[in-house]
């Protein structure tokens, strides 16, 4: 199933907000409660699925469920159709402060893999799974979890991350990342787990005990506050209760 061709409209910097133009009966899905606001000629129905196979029997559809179910994500999904006459429009946002990552999935070769919590929405005909880290090591000390999503298609799809987001480029290249600050990468790059330094440098050095190595050819999507990170700042602030015994 080919993707719908949907326009798009980024609004705003630091809470960015998507603004998804559908023509007559196009579709856009994602996830249960990203929508912000739309026209009354959009309808939103939510489904068991991303909708990328219609035909798809009810065995299908219970196992894709129970693959989103293993990435933490709900099993239901929604669908935002235009059943108008004219353009509609409807809007998704982010949950945390950062921003919304547009990707032509075209562009990148029909894939990309991506952690689990990133997937804001996408045109219908996306095909969602999940993918394994390929080795052991990346599964166990990956930080974010071996489970990742996978997004194939040939059309839009919108990813969102925190802080600042870099897009880099690599041609049988190599970089070290904190595991949290990886958004998304192509089919081209392979994904791996290596120790940070020496004993002295992983407990005391401040950067984690392991970095993902990202090696390979293709696109590399990198965000400078991964929400694991924020949240951990958040709670070291927090006055801790008195004892007065």
Not at 20 to 31: C, F, K, R, S, Y
Request: negative net charge; charged residues 20%; contains cysteine.
């Amino acid at each position: 199933m080919n993707s719908h061709e949907i326009d798009y409209t980024l609004h705003g910097d630091d809470m960015q907000m998507v603004e998804i133009e559908l023509d007559p009966q196009e579709t856009v899905i994602a996830e249960a409660g990203a929508m912000n606001w739309m026209h009354p000629e959009i309808q939103f129905e939510t489904k068991m699925g991303d909708g990328s196979e219609p035909n798809q029997g009810i065995f299908g559809k219970l196992l894709s469920a129970g693959k989103r179910a293993l990435t933490g994500e709900s099993i239901f999904m929604t669908h935002f159709t235009n059943h108008g006459s004219g353009k509609g429009a409807v809007t998704f946002s982010s949950p945390y402060p950062g921003k919304i990552v547009p990707i032509d999935l075209s562009a990148v070769g029909g894939e990309i893999i991506c952690q689990k919590d990133a997937f804001l929405c996408a045109a219908l005909g996306t095909r969602l799974s999940i993918a394994f880290a390929k080795k052991f090591g990346a599964g166990l000390f990956g930080g974010e979890g071996f489970i990742l999503q996978k997004l194939e298609g040939d059309g839009m799809a919108f990813l969102h991350a925190g802080g600042t987001v870099i897009e880099k480029k690599l041609d049988n290249e190599t970089i070290m990342v904190d595991t949290g600050c990886i958004v998304g990468f192509s089919s081209g790059v392979d994904y791996d787990i290596q120790r940070a330094g020496n004993l002295k440098s992983m407990f005391f050095g401040g950067e984690g005990l392991f970095l993902a190595t990202l090696r390979g050819t293709g696109t590399v999507y990198l965000q400078s506050l991964p929400f694991s990170r924020l949240v951990d700042r958040i709670i070291s602030q927090i006055p801790k209760p008195q004892n007065n015994g």
